[in-house]
T-cell receptor, first 109, second 116 residues
Framework: KQEVTQIPAALSVPEGENLVLNCSFT??????LQWFRQDPGKGLTSLLL?????REQTSGRLNASLDKSSGRSTLYIAASQPGDSATYLC????????FGAGTTVTVRA | DVKVTQSSRYLVKRTGEKVFLECVQD?????MFWYRQDPGLGLRLIYF???????EKGDIPEGYSVSREKKERFSLILESASTNQTSMYLC???????????????FGDGTRLSIL
């Protein structure tokens, strides 16, 4: 059974600092890995999707890497802003999506 | 833009009631999913459906059933609601294409369900 772990569970940084969020998974036989953002009381918004054959994906200030052999992905957010405050979830897709518990990020102005 | 709409944002029901949660998507997606989200446990898959009238159990199907009579609508049913089913419920849809597709799942805003 796929197990997905996100560390740390919570993170607080001053505005402008770069954010590094970690995700690890136990079974490397995946189709892809997704990073989502969730605002309080809301659903999930897909940020980046990395296919199993890819090493990284970039969108604006966001960059996600994937090392399938070691079962790890990292989401980098450059020059953080208060609007980046949210919970970030990673999910791996084998025949279904398995989610980590998330990292709650607070960016202090 | 894909729109996944859940019929209620907040719902309060009593123990033993039969509860229906509705989800509608407007992009003709084949696959639809129901998750529940609890603090510290993340999202857990309850049921999913890859076609009309087709359904598959997820990781925690006990106490739930689903219905998919039309492609755009996927309903989650709590047969006899219990207090341990108090949770945030999220619906999602995807058109998966082939294996290894780069299509993301699209989520609704969630239904926060309280069972008293």
């Amino acid at each position: 059974k796929q197990e997905v772990t996100q560390i740390p569970a919570a993170l607080s940084v001053p505005e402008g600092e770069n954010l590094v969020l970690n995700c690890s998974f136990t079974d490397s036989a995946i189709y892809n890995l997704q990073w989502f953002r969730q605002d309080p009381g809301k659903g999930l918004t897909s940020l980046l999707l990395i296919q199993s054959s890819q090493r990284e994906q970039t969108s604006g200030r966001l960059n996600a890497s994937l090392d399938k052999s070691s079962g790890r992905s990292t989401l980098y957010i450059a020059a953080s802003q208060p609007g980046d405050s949210a919970t970030y979830l990673c999910a791996v897709h084998d025949y279904k999506l398995s989610f980590g518990a998330g990292t709650t990020v607070t960016v202090r102005a | 833009d894909v729109k996944v709409t859940q019929s209620s944002r907040y719902l309060v029901k009593r123990t033993g009631e039969k509860v229906f949660l509705e989800c509608v998507q407007d992009m003709d997606h084949e696959n639809m999913f129901w998750y529940r989200q609890d603090p510290g446990l993340g999202l857990r898959l309850i049921y999913f459906s890859y076609d009309v009238k087709m359904k598959e159990k997820g990781d925690i199907p006990e106490g739930y059933s689903v219905s998919r009579e039309k492609k755009e609508r996927f309903s989650l049913i709590l047969e006899s609601a219990s207090t341990n089913q108090t949770s945030m419920y999220l619906c999602a849809s995807i058109n998966p294409g082939t294996a290894g597709s780069n299509q993301p799942q699209h989520f609704g805003d969630g239904t926060r369900l309280s069972i008293l």
